[in-house]
């Protein structure tokens, strides 16, 4: 890692790229953004067919618990991973269990999991810590470029890996899935396995982002760009592609602007995310002049 | 070759459904002949899309159900309802790329696909629909690109449940013709639900009509507007 980062280092001295790449941290957060945007990008599209917006932020939610149990056992406080993905796994299954065993509505089941994970995280996190650690607090819900160090980058690379090659692979199916689970049977697919395959895949990325967005925006990069992307899209392949360059952008430039700004990255994220929405709301007139979804683009 | 000399495509024996204690079908036996277009008709709320679903595998059910499939056993569905976002950006194109790829549409070579998925089309006379969006087609244009999908790859059992709903009587008699074709020249065997007697009439072999148990079964001809009326009452 030294070696890229030396490399960043003398291209900011020679002043091929902005001065705040002479930081290691700088460099960290930046390849960071450009593994997590594109693959939050393009998750969220799926994410947004099948109506779980709400389902990823009681993931974010979960993660406050799961910070505080990994602490209980015993994982340095920078690097809570068991603690966390156990957890947000757990919540994630249980969620996708109750929907597919009962007849419960699935806001109604995000309406009850959502303020308990978040509530029992602070209970958790006060009796673990015997304070209220505010920044520790506030790292997790709004992200710290800061405190993002190799390990967490190296989780993140593998994570998106492996949640990258499956989620491709299942792309097709996780859709038609979301169409319609009849059609998808006579298929020869299996709705309630993609199912859970997705929200393991979803929770894998979501928990693996969790540093350099926070929790609580989580939500933002997942659904703002695909949502904006949906606005001027014709087609599928469309659809993925802007979504995937709206997170790309949103990710990178707010990473930037942390980088400047004495401000958290997540939060940046989270506005330039929203900026990029309201242009694609605003230019849809001008890209769908045809009427929306004629021809291809 | 008669009627009883065709061998059976699928056996259906003393089927029974019961969900959340409510008895939905009571001991349904149903045969289904090879080559023939068998039509299921009864009143709302009949239990004939449960049959459908139970036959798809779908439905949790007692009794056994047996396909004799002798070629690509493979069977093809065209439902009644398709629920889904309109909002969402899928093409025609699209929606067939999704089920007979493997590689993510975003990935996928269109071009080859492209003339593959026009071809499926023109079997139902839809080439055209092929870049609309699915969302924006009309009744009768979505159950043509459903029907082409579920003739992709050919079937041997074609399940339809109520295929001419939404569709004015042009369409409705277009749909008709090609289902006669599919079953004529391309040797596929339909079981379709219906609501429609004069359709029923016009192009089915045979009909089994059903209200929670079967009050008939056998040619069409024999099934009267008057025999359905009553069914309704009861049902009413």
Redesign the interface.
């Known amino acids: 890692m030294e070696y890229i980062y030396n490399l960043f280092k003398d291209w900011a001295n020679a002043g091929y790229l902005p001065s705040i790449f002479e930081h290691a941290f700088m460099v960290r957060g930046l390849l960071a953004a450009l593994i997590i945007g594109p693959l939050l990008g393009?998750v969220g599209t799926v994410v947004?067919?099948k109506?779980l917006s709400f389902f990823t932020q009681t993931i974010g939610n979960a993660a406050m618990s799961g910070v505080a149990i990994g602490l209980l056992l015993g994982e340095p406080a920078d690097g809570t991973y068991a603690g966390l993905y156990g957890f947000c796994l757990i919540v994630a299954l249980l969620m996708t269990f109750v929907k597919n065993r009962t007849h419960l509505a699935n806001d109604t089941i995000i309406g009850v999991v959502l303020a308990q994970t978040l509530g029992l995280g602070i209970i958790l996190m006060i009796l673990v810590t015997s304070q209220f650690n505010i920044h520790q607090v506030e790292g997790i819900l709004f992200g710290s470029l800061i405190t993002l160090n190799d390990n967490d980058l190296i989780v993140l690379a593998v994570s998106a890996l492996v949640v990258g090659i499956l989620f491709?692979?299942n792309?097709?199916r996780f859709?038609?899935a979301?169409?319609?689970k009849?059609?998808a049977?006579?298929?020869g697919l299996s709705p309630v396995f993609l199912e859970y395959l997705f929200v393991v895949l979803m929770t894998t990325v979501v928990v693996a982002s969790l540093k350099l967005i926070g929790s609580l925006l989580v939500l933002v990069l997942i659904v703002v760009p695909a949502a904006g992307a949906?606005l001027i899209?014709?087609?599928?392949?469309?659809?993925?592609?802007l979504s995937v360059l709206f997170s790309t952008i949103s990710t990178v430039v707010g990473l930037l602007l942390s980088g400047i700004l004495p401000v958290p990255s997540g939060a940046v994220i989270a506005v330039v995310s929203s900026l990029l929405f309201y242009s694609a709301l605003f230019l849809r007139p001008l890209l769908l002049r045809g009427g929306?979804?004629?021809?291809?683009v | 070759m008669t009627e009883t000399a065709q061998p059976n495509l699928l056996e259906v024996k003393d089927l029974s459904v019961t969900l959340r204690g409510n008895r939905i079908l009571e001991r349904i036996n149903l045969e289904v002949k090879k080559g023939h277009i068998h039509a299921l008709t009864g009143p709302n709320g009949a239990g004939k899309t449960t049959l459908m679903r139970s036959i798809m595998g779908g439905m949790p059910h007692q009794g056994t159900i047996r396909f004799l499939f002798r070629e690509s056993c493979r069977l093809g569905y065209v439902p009644q309802f398709l629920e889904f976002d309109h909002s969402v950006p899928i093409t025609v194109f699209d929606f067939l790329f999704l089920m007979l790829k493997k590689v993510p549409v975003f990935l996928g070579r269109r071009r080859a696909m492209r003339e593959r998925i026009t071809q499926i089309l023109t079997a139902t006379n839809c080439a055209h629909l092929i870049d609309r969006s699915v969302g924006q087609l009309s009744g009768g244009e979505f159950r043509r690109v459903l029907l082409a999908q579920a003739l992709e790859p050919k079937p041997e059992l074609l399940l339809l449940d109520e295929p001419a709903s939404n569709i004015d009587e042009v369409g409705i008699r277009q749909f008709e013709e090609m289902l006669v074709k599919l079953r004529d020249e391309h040797g596929i065997t339909i079981l379709m639900v219906s609501h429609s007697l004069d359709m029923i009439t016009r192009v089915a072999n045979r009909v089994t009509a059903i209200n929670r148990s079967i009050f008939y079964d056998g040619s069409p001809d024999g099934l009267t507007h008057f025999d359905l009326q009553q069914q309704y009452k009861i049902l009413g």
Not at chain 1, 292 to 296: D, L, M, T
């Open positions: 393009a947004v067919t109506k491709a692979c792309f097709n859709m038609l979301s169409f319609n009849t059609l049977k006579a298929r949906q899209s014709a087609n599928l392949r469309c659809f993925v592609w929306p979804n004629q021809g291809e």
